[in-house]
């Protein structure tokens, strides 16, 4: 399967530069993955995920531009407000949509950026450190052809969100490989509000990287609510670089998906950081959701905080890795974790790996873990005050669920994501 | 306070080991190497039957298709297995009747191990099989036990004597294709202890066993089997000791415990392998396989370890949960010092209902060692309310050290709990401030803390034992401190 | 020769002058105890006298016993027989209360040079301390200070200070988090252990206190000094007028 892929780069490296001009990290990435291939389950870091479709499919690496369902906006409320990027099955939706607005805020496809400021968006693509980098990631690299740019100059404060969807709808298995980069200049402060899903449809591939630099004490809250309908099979690293005071505000819910994969990749290297990345997982059918943390604290006086829960039911999979590496000389580092699950089912699964590596001796680091059902007490307790069980049982559930979203700021995402979360719980 | 702290730890890592001590005994000693011709030399020295040449030769072929594991974190450097003398015996082993007849020297040993065998015999009642290298020595106590129907006895004396309960139990617990170093001790080990406790008996003493590895470039691999019948309850206690050498031994022990309905069976161990200097010269590797299986409805299994030595530890005592309603539990103190490693843990099996174990691990890290914690917690599809919690906490004394927690739950069933914490944490100023208020220095008040702080586990080891643990948590403390 | 003598203190915390010039003399069997309000620096010379670290002693002199003991250890100076019951006492997880009484009262033996206490002897020193400050035997099991009430604090602190018997000691806001039963019951084991030879410097904001144990001196601290000296009455009258009143009579 891997010479496919191979062969597939070589014959199109001349069309996919046109896209997006990267020519010598494409040629390095696939000598690369010619190397790794793609990972297998004796990968420690992929012992819970399901990869046995990689071994027999081929996921085309080109994706066909289709006509866009406008109708689509009308479904997701509450975005009027904001500034609005679609890409769809990894386009830009508008032919080249890039806005540089009076504060000198970029905001737009990734390709089209690459045109109009090559170096600006040169000297922020692919500078994640390559030990970190699997298989899927090379891929990404050679065959990436668009994705989301977010530029926001120092001291810039920008107060309506950056809205981005990502909307996937196809049926033949295509790998769709979009690039995402966001950078915060000094003392700039955004929201990033994104909605991913898919629509119905047979096997496909989302591969995406997306990079974040955060500059001295700017600040980033990022919302996103995940809902892949259909057989996606979504694998969505983010590599985040936290300098000096800087402040990552990250919440994901993953609401549904075939099988799912976020990983995030936070790096800490100037003092007094703050990072704090919240996620929830409710699965049903045969979903797979995994969520992996790496939190790497390689600098003293930072602070980190991981709040995961999951749900499951059917015969669906949930899945945490939280690690938090605190470094030699990290002193007076404080870091959290924490991963709550409740399985509805008799078939549902979950796996949790809360792991700390600590080589310094001032820090205070903690974890929690626990699986579980709902407290019966509690349970009880409601229907002494005359609820019926499955009202009880709705009403626990949901508060379980939406502890996840307390640290969101953006008050109108986040009615939008209770409201989705409890029609998902309720359908469950 | 920070400097001073320093340099207590400094002081600390600087302790030198305690039992570095050897005894001038002839050995027969094995040629170095491994093949087929040493299995055959360990079974005829032995005198085995058939049947376990063969187990020990199937083992050897199975473990020369498996490569060593490297999923701990550990630097482990590369061991040559052919450089290594796989058996080891005082010449000329007569069989003891009474004490007297033992070897004064090899008794003497014992005495500076602090565990006579005369003097435990007569004072504490423990009864005492202690393993010297490969053979074992001189089983105590035994009469007493036999009354009871108690097998007690040396691994050796078990297959000659009591073949259909060998074959029975032995690999069963931890087959031979288990892991690599499971599949090296069944190809070669060379003792250990044996016991049975049968139907509806109490043991009325502690049984207790003492390793120790003393020739050179040996590699010592005990095996030891412990089956508790039915409403049976034994404790179980093992001590380890190794002379001083500048070269690694290497010690791969495998550890089997089967619990039938209503019974109980509680082992602990305190390990004080040798260590291996302040600069990481020397020291035991200590790859051992411990596995116990709840085989019968409300049966329990507890593990308490105290582990103090060994250069590079590779240890996670397990039980699989199988009877209804059975209970498991694991207590660990882990202390590391200068260069030592230890990747050590423990795994519960969750398979019969209404099954419920207990982990709580302390791990002390100095010096610029590294202490692992690494456990699984599995409930299966009918792990029906079943429960764990775990409490994994580390203490860090310096800023050269690593503290590691690596837990694995997997849950299968919707109707059990599992329950995971961990913390990290140095000694507060403010406990030592207190503490030096009421009038302790820096050592007894760094002691007194890390005693408190491994409280839950030492009071889980018997008595005979908790003192010893205590006095080696506080050897290993003292000079930590100025 | 005094018990204590200080003169001219001044220290620093980070750098921060706290106390600024301080002179207090205390002689065998008396008891002083030093009041005014938040901030002024009560607690700080409290634990600049013991020796936590952080307090910098920039100036003066501290002599006990006729020595000066600026440059000793916390511990030193605690075997020397200086006691300080803590504001806020410290937790001490799975240390039996029991078996860290048995290593104060023995390391200050050592230090006499006199032998650990036999267990019979020391069974009955903890029962009886215990029953002055009314420590029940399910406290003794616990450990210290781990899960106990602000009130059940300051009453072990109070039994470690029978326990102990030293020559000076410094009680730091004892009664704060102690309701007025147990406030008076741990007032008369003080005034039990009150001798010609031993020495209370007692550190506190209310009066109250002093309604139960007698002081010869009340000193008012303000600003990192001693401002004003007298008798009980000084107290009283910082109760009725407040600090500014009593200060305004100057």
Same mark, same amino acid.
């Given at each position: 399967?891997?010479?496919?892929?191979?062969?597939?780069?070589?014959?199109?490296?001349?069309?996919?530069?046109?896209?997006?001009?990267?020519?010598?990290?494409?040629? &390095?990435?696939?000598?690369?993955?010619? &190397?790794?291939?793609?990972?297998?389950?004796?990968?420690?870091?992929?012992?819970?995920?399901?990869?046995?479709?990689?071994?027999?499919?081929?996921?085309?690496?080109?994706?066909?531009?289709?006509?866009?369902?406008?109708?689509?906006?009308?479904?997701?409320?509450?975005?009027?407000?904001?500034?609005?990027?679609?890409?769809?099955?990894?386009?830009?939706?508008?032919?080249?949509? !890039?806005? &540089?607005?009076?504060?000198?805020?970029?905001?737009?496809?990734?390709?089209?950026?690459?045109?109009?400021?090559?170096?600006?968006?040169?000297?922020?693509?692919?500078?994640?450190?390559?030990?970190?980098?699997?298989?899927?990631?090379? !891929?990404?690299?050679?065959?990436?052809?668009?994705?989301?740019?977010?530029?926001?100059?120092?001291?810039?404060?920008?107060?309506?969100?950056?809205?981005?969807?990502?909307?996937?709808?196809?049926?033949?298995?295509?790998?769709?490989?979009?690039?995402?980069?966001?950078?915060?200049?000094?003392?700039?402060?955004?929201?990033?509000?994104?909605?991913?899903?898919?629509?119905?449809?047979?096997?496909?591939?989302?591969?995406?990287?997306?990079?974040?630099?955060?500059?001295?004490?700017?600040?980033?809250?990022?919302?996103?609510?995940?809902?892949?309908?259909?057989?996606?099979?979504?694998?969505?690293?983010?590599?985040?670089?936290?300098?000096?005071?800087? =402040?990552?505000?990250?919440?994901?819910?993953?609401?549904? =998906?075939?099988?799912?994969?976020?990983?995030?990749?936070?790096?800490?290297?100037?003092?007094?950081?703050?990072?704090?990345?919240?996620?929830?997982?409710?699965?049903?059918?045969?979903?797979?959701?995994?969520?992996?943390?790496?939190?790497?604290?390689?600098?003293?006086?930072?602070?980190?905080?991981?709040?995961?829960?999951?749900?499951?039911? =059917? &015969?669906?999979?949930?899945?945490?890795?939280?690690?938090?590496?605190?470094?030699?000389?990290?002193?007076?580092?404080?870091?959290?974790?924490?991963?709550?699950?409740?399985?509805?089912?008799?078939?549902?699964?979950?796996?949790?790996?809360?792991? !700390?590596?600590?080589?310094?001796?001032?820090?205070?680091?903690?974890? =929690?873990?626990?699986?579980?059902?709902?407290?019966?007490?509690?349970?009880?307790?409601?229907?002494?005050?005359?609820?019926?069980?499955?009202?009880?049982?709705?009403?626990?559930?949901?508060?379980?669920?939406?502890?996840?979203?307390?640290?969101?700021?953006?008050?109108?995402?986040?009615?939008?994501?209770?409201?989705?979360?409890?029609?998902? !719980?309720?359908?469950? | 306070?920070?400097?001073?702290?320093?340099?207590?730890?400094?002081?600390?890592?600087?302790?030198?080991?305690?039992?570095?001590?050897?005894?001038?005994?002839?050995?027969?000693?094995?040629?170095?190497?491994?093949?087929?011709?040493? $299995?055959?030399?360990?079974?005829?020295?032995?005198?085995?039957?058939?049947?376990?040449?063969?187990?020990?030769?199937?083992?050897?072929?199975?473990?020369?298709?498996?490569?060593?594991?490297?999923?701990?974190?550990? *630097?482990?450097?590369?061991?040559?297995?052919?450089?290594?003398?796989?058996?080891?015996?005082?010449?000329?082993?007569?069989?003891?009747?009474?004490?007297?007849?033992?070897?004064?020297?090899?008794?003497?040993?014992?005495?500076?191990?602090?565990?006579? +065998?005369?003097?435990?015999?007569?004072?504490?009642?423990?009864?005492?099989?202690?393993?010297?290298?490969?053979?074992?020595?001189?089983?105590?106590?035994?009469?007493?036990?036999?009354?009871?129907?108690? $097998?007690?006895?040396?691994?050796?004396?078990?297959?000659?004597?009591?073949?259909?309960?060998?074959?029975?139990?032995?690999?069963?617990?931890?087959?031979?294709?288990?892991?690599?170093?499971?599949?090296?001790?069944?190809?070669?080990?060379?003792?250990?202890?044996?016991?049975?406790?049968?139907?509806?008996?109490?043991?009325?003493?502690?049984?207790?066993?003492?390793?120790?590895?003393?020739?050179?470039?040996?590699?010592?691999?005990?095996?030891?089997?412990?089956?508790?019948?039915?409403?049976?309850?034994?404790?179980?206690?093992?001590?380890?000791?190794?002379?001083?050498?500048?070269?690694?031994?290497?010690?791969?022990?495998?550890?089997?415990?089967?619990?039938?309905?209503?019974?109980?069976?509680?082992?602990?161990?305190?390990?004080?392998?040798?260590?291996?200097?302040?600069?990481?010269?020397?020291?035991?590797?200590?790859?051992?396989? *411990?596995?116990?299986?709840?085989?019968?409805?409300?049966?329990?299994?507890?593990?308490?370890?105290?582990?103090?030595?060994?250069?590079?530890?590779?240890?996670?005592?397990?039980? $699989?949960?199988?009877?209804?309603?059975?209970?498991?539990?694991?207590?660990?103190?882990?202390?590391?010092?200068?260069?030592?490693?230890?990747?050590?843990?423990?795994?519960?099996?969750?398979?019969?209902?209404?099954?419920?174990?207990?982990?709580?691990?302390?791990?002390?890290?100095?010096?610029?060692?590294?202490?692992?914690?690494?456990?699984?917690?599995?409930?299966?599809?009918?792990?029906?309310?079943?429960?764990?919690?775990?409490?994994?906490?580390? +203490?860090?004394?310096?800023?050269?050290?690593?503290?590691?927690?690596?837990?694995?739950?997997?849950?299968?069933?919707?109707?059990?709990?599992?329950?995971?914490?961990?913390?990290?944490?140095?000694?507060?100023?403010?406990? +030592?401030?207190?503490?030096?208020?009421?009038?302790?220095?820096?050592?007894?008040?760094?002691?007194?803390?890390?005693?408190?702080?491994?409280?839950?586990?030492?009071?889980?080891?018997?008595?005979?034992?908790?003192?010893?643990?205590?006095?080696?948590?506080?050897?290993?403390?003292?000079?930590?401190?100025? | 020769?005094?018990?204590?003598?200080?003169?001219?203190?001044?220290?620093?915390?980070?750098?921060?002058?706290?106390?600024?010039?301080?002179?207090?003399?205390?002689?065998?069997?008396? %008891?002083?105890?030093?009041?005014?309000?938040?901030?002024?620096?009560?607690?700080?010379?409290?634990?600049?006298?013991?020796?936590?670290?952080?307090?910098?002693?920039?100036?003066?002199? %501290?002599?006990?016993?006729?020595?000066?003991?600026?440059?000793?250890?916390?511990?030193?100076?605690?075997?020397?027989?200086?006691?300080?019951?803590?504001?806020?006492?410290?937790?001490?997880?799975?240390?039996?209360?029991?078996?860290?009484?048995?290593?104060?009262?023995?390391?200050?033996?050592?230090?006499?040079?006199?032998?650990?206490?036999?267990?019979?002897?020391?069974?009955?020193?903890?029962?009886?301390?215990?029953?002055?400050?009314?420590?029940?035997?399910?406290?003794?099991?616990?450990?210290?200070?781990?899960?106990?009430?602000?009130?059940?604090?300051?009453?072990?602190?109070?039994?470690?200070?029978?326990?102990?018997?030293?020559?000076?000691?410094?009680?730091?806001?004892?009664?704060?988090?102690?309701?007025?039963?147990?406030?008076?019951?741990?007032?008369?084991?003080?005034?039990?252990?009150?001798?010609?030879?031993?020495?209370?410097?007692?550190?506190?904001?209310?009066?109250?206190?002093?309604?139960?144990?007698?002081?010869?001196? %009340?000193?008012?601290?303000?600003?990192?000094?001693?401002?004003?000296?007298?008798?009980?009455?000084?107290?009283?009258?910082?109760?009725?007028?407040?600090?500014?009143?009593?200060?305004?009579?100057?």
């Amino acid at each position: 399967m891997k010479e496919k892929y191979v062969k597939s780069y070589k014959n199109n490296r001349h069309s996919l530069n046109k896209f997006l001009d990267l020519s010598d990290l494409r040629e &390095k990435a696939i000598e690369q993955f010619e &190397k790794q291939g793609f990972p297998n389950s004796k990968n420690e870091k992929w012992r819970n995920f399901d990869l046995k479709e990689f071994e027999k499919i081929f996921f085309n690496p080109f994706v066909v531009q289709n006509e866009m369902n406008l109708k689509f906006f009308n479904a997701i409320p509450g975005f009027e407000e904001s500034e609005l990027f679609v890409l769809y099955n990894g386009f830009s939706s508008f032919e080249m949509q !890039l806005d &540089k607005f009076k504060n000198g805020v970029i905001f737009g496809s990734l390709r089209a950026a690459m045109n109009n400021y090559p170096e600006l968006v040169n000297s922020y693509c692919n500078k994640i450190n390559k030990q970190y980098l699997n298989g899927f990631n090379s !891929l990404n690299t050679a065959f990436c052809f668009d994705g989301f740019f977010l530029y926001v100059p120092d001291n810039t404060k920008v107060d309506i969100p950056f809205s981005i969807v990502n909307y996937y709808k196809n049926t033949v298995p295509d790998m769709v490989a979009t690039r995402n980069i966001v950078v915060l200049g000094k003392n700039a402060e955004v929201n990033i509000v994104q909605v991913e899903m898919s629509d119905e449809h047979d096997m496909q591939f989302v591969n995406s990287i997306t990079e974040v630099f955060l500059d001295e004490n700017s600040k980033l809250e990022w919302d996103s609510m995940q809902k892949y309908r259909g057989k996606t099979i979504a694998i969505n690293p983010v590599f985040i670089h936290q300098k000096e005071k800087s =402040g990552l505000y990250k919440t994901v819910s993953t609401l549904r =998906g075939h099988k799912i994969r976020n990983d995030i990749h936070c790096k800490l290297t100037g003092e007094n950081c703050n990072a704090d990345i919240n996620g929830l997982y409710i699965t049903n059918g045969n979903d797979l959701i995994e969520n992996q943390v790496f939190l790497d604290h390689a600098v003293p006086n930072c602070d980190s905080n991981q709040f995961f829960k999951g749900i499951l039911n =059917g &015969k669906s999979r949930g899945a945490f890795t939280g690690y938090v590496l605190v470094r030699q000389d990290s002193q007076k580092t404080n870091a959290f974790q924490s991963n709550k699950n409740i399985i509805i089912s008799d078939d549902a699964v979950v796996h949790t790996n809360p792991f !700390l590596e600590i080589y310094a001796d001032d820090v205070k680091c903690s974890h =929690g873990a626990s699986v579980g059902n709902l407290d019966e007490n509690a349970l009880f307790y409601m229907r002494t005050r005359g609820l019926d069980e499955k009202e009880a049982k709705d009403i626990l559930l949901s508060a379980f669920a939406l502890e996840v979203l307390n640290n969101m700021k953006n008050i109108d995402f986040k009615k939008i994501i209770s409201s989705e979360i409890e029609k998902t !719980l309720l359908h469950n | 306070m920070a400097d001073e702290q320093n340099k207590v730890i400094k002081d600390f890592a600087a302790k030198e080991y305690e039992f570095g001590f050897t005894t001038d005994i002839e050995m027969e000693l094995a040629p170095k190497g491994l093949d087929e011709s040493t $299995i055959k030399y360990i079974s005829e020295k032995k005198e085995e039957p058939a049947w376990m040449y063969e187990y020990r030769l199937k083992a050897f072929r199975h473990w020369k298709t498996m490569k060593m594991p490297d999923w701990a974190h550990l *630097k482990i450097p590369k061991i040559d297995y052919q450089d290594l003398h796989y058996f080891a015996s005082p010449k000329n082993m007569p069989k003891y009747e009474s004490l007297d007849e033992v070897d004064p020297e090899l008794l003497e040993t014992f005495d500076k191990l602090g565990i006579p +065998l005369e003097e435990q015999k007569r004072l504490t009642g423990v009864a005492v099989d202690a393993v010297f290298d490969s053979v074992s020595v001189k089983t105590t106590f035994q009469e007493t036990l036999k009354d009871l129907g108690i $097998i007690f006895c040396s691994m050796s004396e078990a297959i000659k004597n009591y073949p259909e309960l060998v074959k029975k139990y032995l690999g069963s617990v931890v087959p031979h294709t288990d892991n690599y170093f499971a599949a090296l001790n069944a190809a070669v080990f060379s003792d250990g202890s044996f016991c049975y406790i049968p139907k509806g008996v109490r043991s009325p003493v502690e049984l207790s066993t003492y390793f120790r590895i003393n020739t050179a470039g040996t590699g010592q691999f005990e095996r030891t089997l412990i089956v508790g019948d039915e409403r049976s309850y034994v404790s179980y206690l093992e001590g380890c000791t190794a002379p001083m050498r500048d070269e690694n031994q290497l010690h791969a022990a495998v550890v089997e415990i089967i619990a039938h309905k209503d019974a109980e069976v509680k082992y602990s161990t305190v390990q004080n392998w040798y260590p291996g200097d302040k600069d990481g010269k020397g020291g035991i590797y200590n790859f051992v396989t *411990k596995r116990a299986i709840c085989k019968g409805d409300n049966s329990k299994v507890s593990w308490t370890q105290m582990e103090t030595g060994s250069a590079i530890t590779w240890k996670y005592p397990s039980t $699989i949960l199988k009877g209804d309603n059975s209970v498991a539990e694991f207590y660990s103190v882990a202390v590391t010092n200068n260069h030592q490693q230890a990747d050590t843990g423990t795994k519960m099996i969750h398979i019969g209902q209404n099954t419920k174990s207990t982990i709580v691990s302390k791990g002390i890290s100095i010096g610029q060692s590294e202490n692992i914690y690494r456990g699984l917690v599995k409930f299966g599809k009918n792990a029906h309310n079943s429960r764990n919690h775990s409490q994994c906490d580390s +203490l860090l004394l310096g800023d050269r050290c690593g503290a590691h927690t690596f837990p694995y739950i997997d849950v299968e069933n919707n109707t059990g709990i599992v329950e995971h914490e961990a913390t990290t944490s140095k000694i507060a100023d403010e406990q +030592l401030f207190y503490l030096k208020q009421r009038g302790l220095n820096e050592e007894e008040a760094v002691s007194l803390i890390v005693n408190g702080y491994a409280k839950e586990v030492l009071k889980q080891l018997p008595l005979e034992f908790a003192a010893e643990a205590t006095n080696l948590l506080s050897i290993s403390l003292e000079g930590s401190v100025g | 020769m005094k018990l204590l003598e200080i003169k001219d203190l001044h220290v620093n915390i980070e750098d921060k002058e706290i106390i600024k010039g301080l002179n207090l003399t205390i002689d065998y069997g008396e %008891v002083h105890a030093i009041m005014g309000p938040n901030g002024t620096g009560k607690s700080t010379l409290a634990s600049a006298l013991v020796g936590k670290p952080g307090y910098e002693i920039t100036k003066g002199t %501290v002599l006990y016993k006729g020595k000066d003991i600026t440059g000793m250890e916390p511990e030193e100076r605690a075997l020397e027989g200086i006691f300080l019951a803590f504001q806020y006492p410290v937790e001490i997880p799975g240390v039996s209360m029991i078996n860290f009484m048995k290593t104060i009262i023995d390391a200050r033996r050592k230090h006499k040079g006199i032998d650990p206490l036999s267990p019979v002897d020391f069974l009955k020193l903890v029962k009886e301390s215990g029953k002055l400050v009314g420590i029940n035997d399910k406290m003794k099991g616990r450990a210290v200070n781990e899960g106990f009430s602000g009130g059940e604090k300051k009453k072990n602190e109070i039994f470690q200070l029978a326990m102990l018997k030293p020559e000076l000691a410094i009680l730091d806001e004892l009664d704060s988090g102690l309701d007025i039963d147990s406030l008076r019951i741990v007032s008369e084991a003080i005034n039990n252990l009150r001798t010609t030879n031993n020495s209370f410097l007692i550190i506190t904001h209310y009066q109250r206190m002093l309604d139960y144990i007698k002081p010869d001196y %009340v000193h008012i601290m303000n600003e990192g000094k001693i401002v004003k000296s007298g008798d009980k009455s000084l107290a009283i009258a910082l109760e009725e007028k407040g600090y500014d009143g009593v200060m305004a009579k100057n």
